[in-house]
């Protein structure tokens, strides 16, 4: 599981470092042996380092810890539940009644004529417009909606900080009382003596830097993985709802231009409840990301090393 490796990878990135800082303590204690050996030539070989120091300073070791908080994850299984809409194109005959006009001759006034002795009203013709209902038929593609089930599975990280101690035996130099021949050197031993503890506490320094860093950048990683499996769902959502609109928009598109009232009214409907769905689906997704994000703060900022 992501938490259990991240976990393991911390833990091996905390000994490489505390390795790196003993080897770098030797590699400065030999450097100071090798200084010693430059001020007195009747030093002994300044390769062994425990007599080149040991003959000019009283050597003792302190006890030094750093403590840090290191976060450890544990994985909720997290299951997000959902159905996807699923669209068939079927071609359907629509049948419906649109208003029309259509021109009728009609009396549209009356005019007299003399018919012998007797006066005769007569009608005049012309073409009126006549508004009827028009029985419309129309073959075009229709969507059929049908859903699938769907569920998300994530691991959601828990974090619990675990305070961690790494002890350190590090070298304190106290100058002995030097022989005659390099007491016109004491201050050049002094400066030896000076650097390496000098070298020593910026190395100390620099591990607790890299501890932060590098146990931040493992935090980073395994997050960063999480969100990218949920964002590849996201992805897989939005091309199905995105699809699912697309097809509802243009067979709308196409029946409002045949005045199909009715098939139009059903249609949106249908829209209107994809267009919540997806907006609530995509809410969630969201939250369950800012969820995600805000383990991950938590995780960096309790990240604080203290010697």
Known sequence: MPGENSNAVIQKKVDELKEKFEARVQAIRQKGSEQLGNINDDAPDPSDT???????????WKLTSIKFDVPQFSMERETIKFDIPEVTMKIKELKFDVPATRMVRKCIAKKPEFHGFKV???CIYAHVPEAYMKRVTIKTDIPQ?????????FDKPVVKMDRVEIKLHLPQFYL???????EDHKEKVEDVAADMTAE???AQTELKASLQSEIGEEIELMFDDLRESILKERTNVESAY??????TKSAIRILKENNAV???ARLEGELSKLVSDYQQLLADLDK????????QHEALTSLKISA
Do not use: P, Y
């Open 50 to 60: 425990e007599a080149m120091l040991n003959l000019t300073f009283d050597v003792k």
């Open 120 to 122: 005769k009203w007569t």
């Open 176 to 182: 002995r009382k030097l022989d005659a021949q390099i």
């Open 262 to 264: 009715d098939e139009v």
């Open 242 to 247: 995105d699809e699912a609109i697309g097809k």
């Open 288 to 295: 369950a990301l800012e969820e995600m994000n805000a383990q």
């Open 200 to 202: 020593i506490a910026s």
């Open 145 to 153: 909606f049908s859903s699938k089930r769907v569920e998300i599975k």
